[in-house]
Nanobody
C-alpha cells in the first residue's frame, strides 16, 4: 500500500496558519516528485504546489508568498505550511507523491 496519508487540516480564522502533513511509505520517496492540490466545493481540483527531488518548488499564483511546500526525505514526509489563510482557501487538500494520491484533509477558513 503506497497511498499517502494527509493530516493537519481543520477550522481556522482568516489570517491564521496551518501546517499540513503527508506521510508516505513509498520506497523511492527521495526521488519522487510530489505536491499538493486542493478542491473547493463545487470546483475542480486545482494545483497548489510542487516540489522536485532537488528541492525546486513551484506554486500556483493564488498561493505564492503564503504557502510553502517542503519535504523530509528521511521521515518520508511532505509538508505544506499555509499562512495568512483566506476564506477562498477553503478546500480539501490532497497530497500526491509520485502519482499516488492521498484521501485529503479538509481546511476550512471562516470567522
Amino acid at each position: 500500500q503506497v497511498q499517502p496519508v494527509e493530516s493537519g487540516g481543520g477550522l481556522v480564522q482568516p489570517g491564521g496558519s496551518l501546517r499540513l502533513s503527508c506521510a508516505a511509505s513509498r520506497g523511492s520517496f527521495s526521488v519522487a516528485v510530489m505536491g499538493w492540490y486542493r478542491q473547493a466545493p463545487g470546483e475542480e481540483r486545482e494545483f497548489v504546489a510542487i516540489i522536485m527531488p532537488n528541492g525546486i518548488t513551484r506554486y500556483a499564483d493564488s498561493v505564492k508568498g503564503r504557502f510553502t511546500v517542503s519535504r523530509d526525505n528521511i521521515k518520508k514526509m511532505l509538508y505544506l505550511q499555509i499562512n495568512n489563510l483566506k476564506p477562498e482557501d477553503t478546500a480539501v487538500y490532497y497530497c500526491v507523491v509520485a502519482g499516488d494520491w492521498g484521501q485529503g484533509t479538509q481546511v476550512t477558513v471562516s470567522s
